[in-house]
């Protein structure tokens, strides 16, 4: 009985780190025009956006949470600046993952692998 309890309790672990992985990485992300918006990198449980433009006020980093179908935006400019509250894995135009970044009233950016 404890071979199981323990094993279970590995198995759950493993699995949650998994599914967070899905999001850790670099995401090239472009704007509802189609133009490339900047870079947006996910590591545990903060995030960074470069934005391409010079001195824009949407990059800086923040705080995330994951979940099963994306990733919550806590806080920080993404949140503060554009309004995007979450990001939901969806597959992208070349058929792989790809992130889409959500405001409450619309897609703002699709983020696809680096």
Do not use: H
Not at 18 to 47: F, H, M, P, S
Not at 59 to 71: A, F, P
Request: hydrophobic share 40%; charged share 15%; with cysteine.
């Amino acid at each position: 009985m404890r071979r199981f309890a323990i094993a279970s309790a590995v198995l759950a672990l493993l699995t949650c780190a998994a599914q967070a992985q899905e999001y850790t990485g670099n995401w090239v992300c472009r704007d509802a025009d189609a133009q490339k918006a900047g870079i947006l990198t996910i590591y545990g449980a903060v995030y960074g956006f470069a934005s391409r433009t010079f001195g824009d006020t949407v990059s800086g980093t923040g705080g995330v949470t994951s979940y099963t179908d994306g990733v919550g935006f806590n806080d920080g400019p993404l949140r503060a600046v554009r309004g995007i509250e979450a990001g939901r894995l969806v597959a992208g135009p070349n058929g792989g993952p790809a992130v889409q970044l959500e405001s409450p009233d619309a897609i703002v950016m699709l983020c696809t692998p680096r």
